[in-house]
């Protein structure tokens, strides 16, 4: 394992694998921020995370073709249930562990990350839980968007994961979403656009529709950055742009206020 060597695809600089890893899998040359999975996420960030609704597993309810046996190959491959780990716990930063976290982790390796029924349910009822704790709720977005194979049911969990987020506006709980290459599709357009702070990952694509897709639409020509964070950052699509190895400051900084606000400003 320490003879691995990773190339860079922004850089093509040759990287050894426990470099990379020391540095968070970010390229010490050029800053690319490399694919992580779900587990080396809450790792890097949080402490005493405690993952929970595991009792809700996915399901092939029409009996689409193949998908039985790709939900269990992924399943084996990254020792997860579907594309989401939600939970809670206190991040690193918080060394009193005095500002509980709900937390939802997406995982592209997952199927693509793609939302059906069971990343639906996890979100709704990690935002439950925040709404009911009053606990601040931070979601890591990674996703292709809706699952095809769970066909109305998947585009359903749109709807469901607005609603419920916008209930925790009504107690002013905040939600901050990172997003995470490449948020896309049904993911962007649902909640993690409705978020209170959406903060990115440097370079991370965020959308709807490709790029292509787009330009054979309107029959022009976008700009080669069409869609990444600094792209949209320009635009107003999204708050900020913060390092991998700075979001947990970042965050930390809104989680603390958040807290402070709660236990300073009763009745307001
Ligand atoms: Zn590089």
């Known amino acids: 394992m320490l003879n691995e060597w990773i190339k860079c695809e922004s850089c093509g600089s040759i990287i050894n694998r426990s470099d990379l890893e020391e540095n968070l899998w970010i390229c010490p040359k050029c800053g690319r921020h490399f694919y992580i999975g779900s587990k080396k996420r809450i790792d890097m960030y949080f402490c005493d995370f405690k993952e929970m609704y ?3 597993k996915p399901l092939d309810f029409l009996n689409f073709e193949d998908y039985s046996e ?6 084996e491959r990254i020792g997860i249930d579907d594309a989401i780990i939600v939970g809670i716990g206190y991040l690193k930063q918080d060394l009193e562990k005095s500002c509980l976290i709900g937390v939802g982790v997406m995982d592209f390796g997952f199927r693509g990350g793609s939302m059906g029924s ?4 996890k979100i709704s009822l990690i935002s439950e839980y925040c709404y009911e704790n009053e606990i601040p709720l931070v979601i890591f977005s990674a996703s292709g968007g809706a699952r095809m194979q769970e066909g109305i049911i998947s585009l359903m969990q749109m709807a ?7 209930k925790l506006k009504k107690k002013r709980i905040p939600f901050i979403n990172v997003v995470t290459n490449p948020t896309t599709g049904g993911v962007a357009a649902s909640f993690v656009g409705i978020a209170d702070i959406i903060v990115s990952e440097p370079g991370a694509i965020i959308g709807f529709a490709g790029q292509r897709v787009i330009e054979q639409t309107i029959k022009k020509k976008l700009p080669p950055n069409f869609q990444t964070a600094e792209f949209n950052l320009q635009n107003g699509l999204i708050d900020q742009i913060v390092d991998r190895k700075k979001m ?3 965050i930390y900084r809104f989680v603390s206020s958040f807290y402070y606000w709660k236990r300073y400003s009763v009745g307001l």
């Open 248 to 250: 947990g400051d970042f």
């Open 70 to 75: 790709k939900l269990k190959k992924d399943s």
């Open 118 to 121: 069971v990343v639906g349910q």
């Open 54 to 56: 595991t009792m809700i």
């Open 160 to 166: 469901k994961t607005v609603g419920v987020i916008n």
